[in-house]
């Protein structure tokens, strides 16, 4: 009932930059978080970035100064802006949002993932 489309990763060498970008779809009343996480081969799917609610951000440590994620809730889209990129932030970069259906319902649901490689 709500798909998330992931767009914009690729092969960047160190020091560079990407834009990921997630529109959400389907029968949306309204979206409360979004953000994205990444997933390296051999660990733990973990938190990169996440707009809860409002103008709230929270960010890995990891991150911290060099992404930058920012929401249009008009297109029901969330963008993350990765700059000084390393080798250690390759990963697949999966989108998440949260809200409530038309339906009423609740919902939480997963991006299928971009791959983001940071390499020479």
């Known amino acids: 009932q709500v798909q998330l489309v992931e767009s914009g990763g690729g092969l960047v060498q160190p020091g560079g930059s990407l834009r990921l970008s997630c529109a959400a779809s389907g029968d949306i009343f309204r979206i409360y978080g979004m953000g994205w996480y990444r997933q390296a081969p051999g660990k733990q799917r973990e938190l990169v970035a996440r707009?809860?609610?409002?103008?709230?951000?929270n960010y890995a440590d990891s991150v911290k100064g060099r992404f930058t994620i920012s929401r249009d809730n008009a297109k029901n889209t969330v963008y993350l802006q990765m700059t000084s990129l390393k080798p250690e932030d390759t990963a697949v970069y999966y989108c998440?949002?949260?809200?409530?259906?038309?339906?009423?319902?609740?919902?939480?649901?997963w991006g299928q993932g971009t791959l983001v490689t940071v390499s020479s």
């Open positions: 998440n949002a949260n809200g409530v259906l038309r339906t009423t319902h609740n919902f939480e649901v």
């Open positions: 707009i809860p609610s409002g103008d709230n951000t």
